[in-house]
C-alpha cells in the first residue's frame, strides 16, 4: 500500500480513490484520484508542495498511466498548493477560480517570505517547550502545532505559483475509455465560484468545501445564502457518496447537516442582531451538534462575518 505523512489512501469505488488528509503532515484537504480508463484524473492538489509531490507519486501507483487533468475546486490555498508538480498536464478550474487564485496567491507567498524570520523563531520556542514538557497530551499538542509549522516553512521555501491553463465557466465533461465524468459550478457558495466533480456512473460527488464533516465550514469567503441553493442542487443529483474538502467521506444525507450549520448561524447572528449585541461574539457558545467539530475559531469568524454582513 502506498505510504504519505501527508494522507491515507481510500478506495471509495472501483478506481477511484479519496486521499484523506492526515492530522500532521502538508495535505489539510483531501484530494481525489480517478482511474479514468486511458488516463488518470486528480481533485485538488493540498496544502503544500511536498504534498502534491506524494500526490504525484500516489496516482503512478494507484494506476499505472499518465496524469491527465488535475482540478482545482476554488482558490483556496490548501486546495492548490500541490499544483507545481503537475507543470507537464493540465490544470483545470473555472476562469473565476483562476482569477482568485492570480489575485491571492504571489500575495500569500510574498507575506509568508516576509514572515520567514517569525515562523523560525516559534519553531524554535516549540522545540524548546517540548523538551521541557511532562505531560503526555500537551507533548501531543505541541508536536502537532510543529510538524504544522514545519510543513509550512518547507513550502514556503519550495512554493511555485502555478495557474490552470484551462478554464470554464460552468460545466465541462471529461470522457475517458472507462468513465465520463462532469465538472460543475452552480453559483457561489464556500467562495464566489465552487466546482464539483460529479461522476454519474459511480454515484460519487468529490465537492471541496462545499461540505466539510466534522469540521466547522468557512463561511467567510462565499456567500450563506447561494450556499444553501447549491446544497439544495447537489441534494437534486442523488449521488450515494459525497467526498467533502475536509473530513471523511460521507452519505449525501450530510448535506442536510450543512444546511443547517448554516441556517442555525444565519439565526444566532440575526438574535445578536435584535439584542444589539455584535460587537463581540466570543461569548456565544457553540451549539451542542457542532461541539465536537474542529476549528473552534472558524465559528466564531463565521459569526462575525455574518452579522456585519447583516448590518451592511
Ligand atoms: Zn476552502
Redesign the pocket.
Known amino acids: 500500500m502506498f505510504h504519505s505523512r501527508h494522507f491515507n489512501c481510500e478506495p471509495v469505488a472501483e478506481g477511484i480513490y479519496v486521499l484523506e488528509a492526515k492530522e500532521q503532515g502538508g495535505a489539510m484537504s483531501n484530494a481525489g484520484l480517478i482511474d479514468m480508463g486511458d488516463h488518470t484524473l486528480i481533485f485538488d492538489t493540498f496544502n503544500t508542495p511536498q504534498a502534491g509531490k506524494d500526490l504525484r507519486e500516489a496516482a503512478l501507483y494507484f494506476f499505472n498511466q499518465p496524469i491527465k487533468y488535475i482540478i482545482n475546486s476554488?482558490w483556496?490555498g490548501?486546495?492548490v498548493r500541490g499544483n507545481q508538480h503537475f507543470m507537464e498536464e493540465i490544470i483545470v478550474s473555472t476562469s473565476t477560480t483562476r482569477e482568485l487564485m492570480m489575485k491571492t496567491q504571489p500575495d500569500w507567498l510574498n507575506r509568508m517570505k516576509n514572515l520567514l524570520p517569525n515562523l523560525n523563531e516559534d519553531i524554535f520556542k516549540l522545540n524548546t517547550s517540548l523538551d521541557h514538557e511532562h505531560n503526555e497530551s500537551k507533548q501531543q499538542e505541541l508536536t502537532s502545532e510543529l510538524c504544522y509549522l514545519l510543513e509550512i516553512k518547507e513550502s514556503i521555501l519550495t512554493l511555485k505559483v502555478t495557474l490552470p491553463q484551462l478554464t470554464f465557466d460552468r460545466k465541462m465533461t471529461l470522457h475517458g475509455s472507462k468513465r465520463s465524468v462532469e465538472l460543475l459550478t452552480v453559483g457561489a457558495a464556500?467562495?464566489v465560484c465552487d466546482t464539483i466533480l460529479y461522476s454519474p456512473s459511480d454515484s460519487i460527488a468529490f465537492v471541496g468545501?462545499i461540505v466539510a464533516v466534522d469540521n466547522h465550514p468557512?463561511l467567510i469567503d462565499g456567500d450563506p445564502l447561494s450556499w444553501l441553493e447549491t446544497l439544495t442542487y447537489m441534494e437534486s443529483l442523488k449521488v450515494d457518496l459525497i467526498v467533502p474538502?475536509h473530513g471523511p467521506t460521507t452519505s449525501s444525507h450530510y448535506i442536510q447537516q450543512i444546511k443547517q450549520y448554516i441556517n442555525d448561524l444565519i439565526g444566532i447572528s440575526k438574535q445578536m442582531i435584535l439584542d444589539n449585541d455584535v460587537m463581540d461574539v466570543s461569548h456565544i457558545e457553540i451549539p451542542e451538534p457542532y461541539l465536537h467539530w474542529k476549528f473552534d475559531s472558524i465559528f466564531y469568524r463565521n459569526l462575525e462575518f455574518l452579522t456585519k454582513a447583516a448590518n451592511r
Open positions: 476554488h483556496h490548501d486546495h464556500h467562495t468545501d468557512l474538502g
